[in-house]
């Protein structure tokens, strides 16, 4: 069963076209990577499946709501890991995790258990702002899952994370709808079961595993 | 869910302790109120006579422009840290996000005040009473209010700096005239002391509901 489908994703900054009457449905506990060239729409699409952005036409529905209408109800089931990290660079590890946990509605103690799963867990006091490129993607993954979403949008998330990137991507993935955009299309293959190429804001193609349109 | 009173709360103890930590607004905003005493005192031929009508003058022009620069930075800190999606990317309300915004901001501005009303006693020897207080701390809730609605506003435009005071200023302007009218009379001038405040409590209550009410909008994309 479906828990994402979209109908003709279009979206235009100004006069330039970014997405393209871009179709797309997920099943529930499928992984999909999002593959393109820079400036392909990857970003775009993923803001827009993330409800951080509306499409100019097209239709969303995210686990049986209206994804344009019903956000803020969505937000409550959707992770979004957007291409910065996002941290307040003078709140520590864990009062970056904290603040979230009570905007999120969850209890604190969440915090120290994400920031174990992220491998963050001696860095903890660590002001967000000091810690290296890296650890602050592992911060922000561990802010985007500590809802316990059922849809994770990540935008390239392996981006500066070190060789265990694919390990800590297939923890936070596990048990959980997933798309992802990411250059890396070797992960892409570990980790998803399936790829949507985008070129120049257009679908070119999907494929199962080992079958990536290039 | 989320409770919208311990977000509020979060927002505003997140803000303040960032600021505390770093030390960026407060100390740069206590400066710039003491400078712009200091010019005032040169600029002006100010003796115990005259000292009641125009030091109120001079009072607003320094909050006025303190406040442009503590509203401004509540939302751009956000944007340049590029956090603002992540916080408007949670199910908390907008409202919610904008009061704790605005209640810090309010905060480090009344900060701002504890040096800028002593320095102003101190400069052109004019009271300082619970009455010129009280005046000051109506005006900034009421001016903290549209301050953090435009901020939030212009926060992803390209020309912020120069928006926020166009957009700001002119509805600033009641405040200033109930403000004014209240510090000059406490500080000895001839007027109604009550009436102005009466004024300020209803500005207060005005724009603190209207922005509440189109924050929902401003942040929700």
Redesign the interface.
Known sequence: MSILVANGLTHWFGSEVALESVDLAIDAGEHMAVLGENGAGKTTLLRILATAARPTSGGLEIMGLDALRERRRLRQRIGYVAHAPGLYPALSAAENLEFFCTLQGVSRTRAAETLALVGLASEASRPAGLLSRGMQQRLAIGRAILHDPKLLVLDEPDASLGSDAADLLAAVMSDRTVVMATHDHALANRLCQRTLTLRHGRSVGTATRLHVVR | ???SF??AV??AR?DL??EW??RELVPALAQFVILALVIANFGFQIDSRNAPSIAPGILWLALVFAGLVAFGRAFAAERE????????????SPVA?FAGKATAATLLLIGCEAVLLPALTLFFGTPLSVQVIAAVLLATIGMAALGCLFAAMVARVRARELLLPLLTLPLWIPFIVAGGQAVQVAMGASGSYDQAMALLVDFDILFVVLTSLAARFVL??
Do not use: F
């Open positions: 869910m989320t409770n311990a977000v979060a927002v997140k302790r960032a930590r770093t840290q590029a956090s603002l999606e992540a916080l408007l990317m949670t199910p908390a996000i929700d994309d």
